[in-house]
């Protein structure tokens, strides 16, 4: 059973590497907006509401509209794509 962590909206996530939507996005924040999309953009400035999670994960929205984070594992990541 995959662990999903939900993106509160208003939140975001840093990450080496996210995966959304079959896209890679290297070192990038994916922030939950309030209008219920997913903005990911390159990483520029540092914000201390950000949480960073180390690796990559990938991002699902799920059919409720939520957001999950699932950390993945080497050899996951291309399964994922």
Do not use: W
């Not at 939140?11 to 219920?36: N, Q, T, W």
């Not at 997913?38 to 999670?53: D, N, Q, R, V």
């Amino acid at each position: 059973m995959t662990t999903c962590t939900e993106i509160a909206p208003g939140a975001a996530v840093m990450a080496h590497s996210i995966i959304f939507e079959g896209k890679r996005y290297p070192l990038s924040i994916a922030r939950h907006l309030p209008d219920g999309s997913l903005s990911i953009k390159p990483y520029t400035i540092e914000m201390h509401t950000t949480e960073f999670i180390n690796g990559t994960v990938a991002i699902e929205k799920k059919s409720d509209g939520r957001y999950c984070v699932i950390p993945q594992k080497h050899g996951d990541i291309e399964a994922r794509r």
